[in-house]
């Protein structure tokens, strides 16, 4: 079997710490980001390291669609927090150590249909098929999630 790769494309362009970003694509889109005055920004936007925590829970509620069509279950409205701890000694002062996230928490809650265990083999697969939970867990940081199934609400 021949591996089919799917590039994805973000150009940047900026001055100081603020970047304006194009993904490029059958549509392109445009962010910008910026970071906390204590990092050298304005908190004008985003900082990168609070989009990469959006970018996980968004990862995790695109990859649970698709294992929830591979398991015939029904998802609902997914809640999401994200936490990482950063220890900014590296990246601001030039300290010795990791510049990693030392922890990321994932919390998520899900309306689903899913029996127990059903939702159990959800949460696994999802996190086994997911590139940016795969990318966290594999940096070696604390990496824990706890996901918490709520029944459907009723259509109509």
Request: hydrophobic residues 40%.
């Amino acid at each position: 079997m021949v591996k089919q790769l799917v590039p994805f494309n973000v150009a940047g362009i900026g001055t100081g710490v603020a970047q304006n970003l194009t993904v490029s694509g059958e549509k392109a889109h445009t962010f910008t980001a910026d970071t906390y005055p204590a990092f050298g920004g304005t908190d004008a936007a985003p900082s990168p390291l609070a989009y990469t925590l959006g970018a996980l829970t968004s990862c995790n509620q695109i990859t649970a669609h698709l294992v929830a069509q591979d398991l015939g279950v029904t998802l609902g409205e997914f809640i999401f927090t994200a936490q990482g701890d950063l220890d900014p000694s590296v990246l601001v002062d030039g300290a010795d150590g990791n510049a990693n996230f030392e922890a990321v928490t994932i919390t998520a809650t899900v309306e689903t249909d899913a029996d127990a265990d059903t939702f159990e083999t959800l949460v696994s697969e999802l996190e086994r098929r997911c590139p940016l939970t795969q990318l966290f867990q594999r940096s070696g940081l604390d990496y824990t999630s706890t996901w918490t199934a709520k029944a459907l609400a009723p259509v109509g």
